[in-house]
Structure formats: structure tokens, C-alpha cells
């Protein structure tokens, strides 16, 4: 049985299979309509999040499967003190697939452990959320042809973005990528990341302002700073405005480059580039039901 | 100078970092055994200045060589039978160890449902690197419960 904890859980190859998986389901809807009849998906959803619950749920539905969880613990039996692992039990003889977000981090993986039916980490406070990778490097395959052979520019908050290190770790398995790391001193990437970029032989750079990069990139990959990260709300307001993604910036940028988000955004991209061509952030999330369909038909073994 | 005599059946834990051998006892949990044991703390050495020194007098297969090896690999491990040094043990990281540290990071899973056991894997051997299985964080010297 095959849980997904993290994206290296999968290989390369495995990767590629699940993204033409997907891209078949984008272009044949159809023929995968009721792909999953009969089946049911539980989102166990231990803190909110309207985006990732969605697109299970929405996954599941348009592979004919039904959706049954819960979206915050407090609706839970964990606010009755019940633990994960007791839960999942349960939820195993409920249904055929579990999501699980979990504000504590391993909270998924110790539901693996227990459970008889697949288990997808779909988030784990700052550990992992696989899923978001995955969308990511799909849409970067869909959009560029390739997972390979590209500058790509990370920028905002690098050390406490998860999806923006699992992107990171999942990127350096594939050929000639060069990374450039944009945010404030405050909000590098962690060493350990650059240690091992060092050590694996990667080419990286780290800069302070956006501008100076931007005519070099391929993918330019923007994060939030997100306000629960910080110590003191000084800190925040300081940084938040830092870097901000607009149409003088857009215009220093080559023609085929793709701006990506993990989204939800708050003020890093303007609203005026939401109009560009290269801002495939919105492409970005329904890239993220296909591979999520992908995803589930893969564990269930039904592809 | 002070003298300990031999042991029949056991093992002497040599080449002790000087202060250690306490916290291997409580490891090992010696405290538990009903048997002979001989704690030597700061003992000459040549290679060391000084040393600590564990003799047991036990059931050489009582042992758990693991958490030993994961304490310090450094130790020297003979293993006595009728007086003699039968074997030395070589000691080999541990791939895996279970509730012999605790994980610290308060985001961790481990931090709020009491019952799950303590985990780490090594996930690095050159360097010596444990992460907890659940939330990958790594484990620091200075945190070592021992």
C-alpha cells in the first residue's frame, strides 16, 4: 500500500508517470469521470485550509468518488482528546483514501503507521506538503515541456516557506537547474539547503533585490510572508512589503517566463500582472486537481 | 592505584569518554540487572589522559550494543568468558533508535501524543546525523538526553 509523505517518495520515473496521468485526465475528463465509483475519499483536515481541502475534494468528485471529513479539529473527535492514530483506525473503515492536514509535524505519517487504507500528507505544519510540489512541478512541465534545463528564481520568505524548500529538494534530482534565491537576510534559506546544493555540485546564488535578477530567469517562484512566521508584528510590517511583484518588474523579464505562487497571495504579485500571459498562478491551481486526480488513482491502484 | 578484579562472564566497556560511564549505566540500564558492576571514573589513559571503564558481570547477550554504539562508537567492548577476552566488539552506528533520546521540536507530533515512541533514524553517517522519524528534525548534542 502506498502512502505519499513526501514528494521524494516518488522517483523520477514514478513522477513522470503520474504527470502524463494527469495530463491525459486534462485533455479526456471524460474518460475518467467514473474512474472512482464507489469510491470514498476522507479529508481529515485538523486546521483549516479551504485550497487544499477543496481540490481533494473536487478531485475526488470529478473521478466519480464521494467525500466525507472534517475541515477543523475542533469539529473532530481529537478535540475530545482522541489521538491520530485511534482516528485513522477508525476512518479506515470509513473510507478507501485519507488526505490529512495536521498542524503537528509527522502527525500524517504516524496515521500511515495505523492505518489500512492510503494516507496523503496534505500538509503537516512546516514539514511537508507534497502535494503543493507536485502541482508545481506539473504545472512547470505542462507550461515549459520540461522539468529540466532552467534558472529558476525563488523569492520572499525562503526559510520558513515549506513548499518552497520540497520544491527545492524535489528539483535537484532533475539536469541543469540553476536556483537564485531573492529575499531579505532575514528570510534566507536555511543552511542545511545550501549545504546540501554545495554538496550535490548545484549551481545557486543569493541576492537581495529582484530587479537584478529577473532578465536571468526561466520560473520565477513568489512566496508569502506569511504573519504567523514571525516573533512580533514590528518584524512583519517591516518585511512584508519587501518584494513586490508588479509591471515595471514584469517588464525586465523574458517573454517565457512563468511566475508561479503557491497562493494564496496577499500583496507580493499586483493584481495588474494577473493579466500577463506569464502569471500562471491560477493555471497553477487547477494544475493541482488534475495531479491530486492523478495522485488518487495512482494510490488507489486504479490507473 | 586502584584495583577491580576480573570478571567470569560479562563485558568491560573501555575507552569510556572521562564522566560518561554514568549516563551509559543509566542507558543500559544497569540499574535494573541484579549483577556485579564496577564503575571506574577517570582511570589513567594513555591515549585519553583519562578514561571511564564499565565492567558487568552479566550475560554477555544482555547487551544492547545499539544504544552503546549510538552513545559514543568509540568505546571498546570486550566480551569476557571465564576470565578471558573472548571477543571484541566492533561498534556500528545504529540505522535506527527507539526512545533513547526524545524529540524536542515543539511542532513535533511526539509532542503531544505522549504515547508515540521516540524515533530517530540516521540520516546522515558521515557526519553522525539523527533526524526524528516523524518531523525530520535533527537531533543536537546538546539536547542528548544522557
Redesign the interface.
Known sequence: MKHVMSPLDFTTEELTRLFDLANDIEQNPAKYAHACDGKILATCFYEPSTRTRLSFESAMTRLGGRVIGFSDASCSSASKGESVSDTIRIISSYADICAMRHPKEGAPMVASEMSSIPVINAGDGGHQHPTQTLTDLLTIRSMKGRLDNFTIGLCGDLKFGRTVHSLINALVRYENIRFIFISPEELKVPDYIIEMLKAKGIPFEEVIRLEDVMPQLDLLYMTRVQKERFFNEEDYIRLKDFYVLDTTKMALAKEDMLVLHPLPRVNEISVEVDNDPRAAYFKQARYGVYVRMALILTVLDLC | MLNVGKIEEGFVLDHIKAGKSLSIYEHLQLDKLDCTVAIIKNARSEKMGKKDILKVECDINMLDLDVLAFIDHNITVNVIKDGEIVDKKILVLPKQIKNVIKCH?P???????Q??PHIFVLADEEKEIYR???????YHEGSKNK
Open positions: 521540536n511542532r513535533c507530533i511526539t509532542s503531544i501524543e504515547e508515540l526524528c522519524k516523524y518531523c525530520e528534525e535533527k
